[in-house]
């Protein structure tokens, strides 16, 4: 158990006399006594930061106690030795860096169902920093939202699970989650579509819109994907580039369609002919890799340029991600099967048809037209709800007199 303020399983801070630097501090049982490292800080959060890389680094818990194991130990070796290099990484990060601002100097066991609480509420009551990624000068700040505060949560849920899994916690508490939001229903009529392509005020968010109708994909994936992932020949696409670990997040193949073909043709037209003006001009411009790409260099968002293209357009509800949304809608409507639409936006079938089987145009027919066979036999109608001959029965003729069903001879009138 902790003996000393900010201890980290067998380590603390410390001091020496005449010195304003911390000490990392701990007991050696074969010396009988108090050994002491430098942190080289005098910084306190930067010294509890060191504390804990270097518990981390010397002492690796088995079957240790969740009181004797601070958070920021799991946390940190969750991050560094499982999921450091692999897509997500980086939003991982920085989840878990807020989850270190709350819970970092707590040992496990101080993670109750009162702690997450208040680190729900504490969250809830912050703001998203107003400079953040493609903000306006000035523009305000937002609130955090509950889907955020769930993907924080679940880093913290995953390290937890990690290093009781290898054996490194002897238990872990649980740590609760907030209600998942129902999915958007918001999608793009196809003259809102026209509308906010003809807002955009680039060639590379034009092409980026156009790409996102025809493929459905992710906007991440529309941003890295490369001309080497491009058969313009085949009319293929391969969105998930070699080399790249499928994650539950899939990137499919993808078919081109005649239109999207001709985007690619002209995009790659434009791209060349950029070269080639630059190196008329004297100057030496390489010709990028990514499709989407602006002077030759990639996007790293496109936030700011839907924002301004939604405003212009007069869209409100509307987020890159309704541009997948809106495709897989369309493509229901249609009368695409549930599987093939499944395949373009790399879901399992019964996902795509818990979103999408409401819009297509034979949703629930077939069980539609038993009930009226079961009910009505004698009516008939068409797929455009108009009867045909013979008419309907009526209420009181489909149920009986008792307004259940047909009497029978063991039932009273």
């Known amino acids: 158990m902790r003996k000393h303020p900010g201890q980290i399983g067998r380590y603390w801070l410390g001091r020496v006399a005449g010195s304003s630097v911390w000490y990392a501090c701990w007991y050696d049982p074969g010396d009988r006594r108090v050994r002491r490292k430098s942190l080289r800080t005098g910084d306190d959060r930067e010294a509890q930061e060191r504390l804990a890389a270097l518990a981390l680094k010397q002492s690796r818990p088995r079957q240790a106690d969740p009181g004797d194991v601070a958070v920021s130990i799991i946390l940190d070796d969750y991050l560094a030795n499982h999921i450091a290099g692999k897509p997500g990484a980086v939003t991982a990060a920085h989840n878990a860096e807020k989850i270190l601002e709350h819970f970092g100097t707590m040992m496990v066991s101080g993670i109750t169902p009162a702690s997450v609480e208040a680190y729900i509420a504490q969250r809830r009551r912050a703001r998203a920093h107003a400079n953040r990624s493609g903000a306006k000068p000035g523009a305000k700040s937002r609130p955090i939202s509950d889907a955020t505060i769930s993907r924080e949560l679940s880093v913290l849920r995953a390290a937890l699970r990690r290093a009781h899994k290898r054996g490194e916690l002897q238990s872990v508490p649980h740590v609760g989650d907030l209600p998942k939001p129902g999915p958007r229903?918001?999608?793009?009529?196809?003259?809102?579509?026209?509308?906010?392509?003809?807002?955009?005020?680039?060639?590379?968010?034009?092409?980026?819109?156009?790409?996102?109708?025809?493929?459905?994909?992710?906007?991440?994936?529309?941003?890295?994907?490369?001309?080497?992932?491009?058969?313009?020949?085949?009319?293929?696409?391969?969105?998930?580039?070699?080399?790249?670990?499928?994650?539950?997040?899939?990137?499919?193949?993808?078919?081109?369609?005649?239109?999207?073909?001709?985007?690619?043709?002209?995009?790659?037209?434009?791209?060349?002919?950029?070269?080639?003006?630059?190196?008329?001009?004297?100057?030496?411009?390489?010709?990028?890799?990514?499709?989407?790409?602006?002077?030759?260099?990639?996007?790293?968002?496109?936030?700011?340029?839907?924002?301004?293209?939604?405003?212009?357009?007069?869209?409100?509800?509307?987020?890159?991600?309704?541009?997948?949304?809106?495709?897989?809608?369309?493509?229901?409507?249609?009368?695409?099967?549930?599987?093939?639409?499944?395949?373009?936006?790399?879901?399992?079938?019964?996902?795509?048809?818990?979103?999408?089987?409401?819009?297509?145009?034979?949703?629930?027919?077939?069980?539609?037209?038993?009930?009226?066979?079961?009910?009505?036999?004698?009516?008939?109608?068409?797929?455009?709800?108009?009867?045909?001959?013979?008419?309907?029965?009526?209420?009181?003729?489909?149920?009986?007199?008792?307004?259940?069903?047909?009497?029978?001879?063991?039932?009273?009138?």
């Open 185 to 413: 229903e918001r999608w793009l009529t196809r003259p809102e579509a026209q509308r906010l392509i003809d807002a955009a005020k680039s060639d590379h968010f034009r092409l980026f819109l156009i790409l996102a109708l025809h493929t459905a994909a992710r906007p991440g994936a529309l941003l890295e994907l490369t001309w080497f992932q491009v058969d313009l020949e085949h009319r293929n696409i391969d969105l998930n580039p070699a080399g790249r670990v499928q994650t539950k997040k899939r990137r499919p193949p993808i078919r081109m369609s005649m239109t999207l073909h001709a985007a690619f043709c002209e995009a790659e037209r434009a791209a060349k002919e950029a070269v080639e003006r630059a190196a008329a001009e004297g100057k030496h411009r390489p010709r990028s890799e990514f499709v989407i790409a602006y002077h030759g260099q990639p996007i790293a968002s496109i936030k700011k340029a839907f924002r301004d293209a939604c405003t212009t357009a007069g869209l409100t509800g509307v987020t890159p991600g309704t541009l997948r949304h809106t495709a897989a809608t369309w493509m229901a409507q249609a009368g695409v099967p549930m599987w093939e639409i499944a395949g373009r936006l790399g879901h399992s079938t019964t996902r795509t048809t818990e979103l999408y089987a409401k819009h297509s145009p034979d949703f629930q027919q077939a069980s539609v037209d038993a009930m009226d066979r079961a009910f009505a036999p004698k009516f008939r109608a068409s797929r455009g709800g108009k009867p045909v001959a013979g008419g309907p029965k009526s209420l009181k003729g489909m149920v009986g007199a008792t307004g259940i069903e047909p009497v029978t001879p063991t039932m009273s009138t």
